[in-house]
């Protein structure tokens, strides 16, 4: 599972368009840091990029529930290419 995490941030990443619900239900489920969600919301024109940089930090600290939070229904709904 974390091979294949690790093999398709960047898909992952470029289904990424907006911050709402991602980066929210990240920091709602204890992925990411208030500090962090706040961070990568300010900027709105690299939200794909952003979206990489925190899968990359995630990835040093996997953890097979968040496969569950980033293709929840919510995620999936938003982002159909997820």
Do not use: G
């Not at 709602?28 to 961070?39: K, L, P």
């Not at 900027?43 to 990489?52: F, I, L, T, W």
């Not at 529930?65 to 938003?78: T, W």
């Amino acid at each position: 599972i974390f091979k294949h995490f690790r093999k398709n941030k960047v898909e992952i990443a470029s289904a990424i368009s907006e911050p709402f619900p991602f980066f929210m239900s990240l920091r709602d489920h204890d992925f990411i840091s208030e500090q962090t969600f706040e961070v990568t919301c300010k900027d709105r024109v690299s939200v794909k990029k952003e979206a990489y940089e925190v899968l990359s930090k995630l990835e040093k600290t996997f953890d097979p529930s968040l496969l569950k939070v980033l293709f929840s229904r919510a995620n999936l709904m938003a982002y159909p290419d997820l």
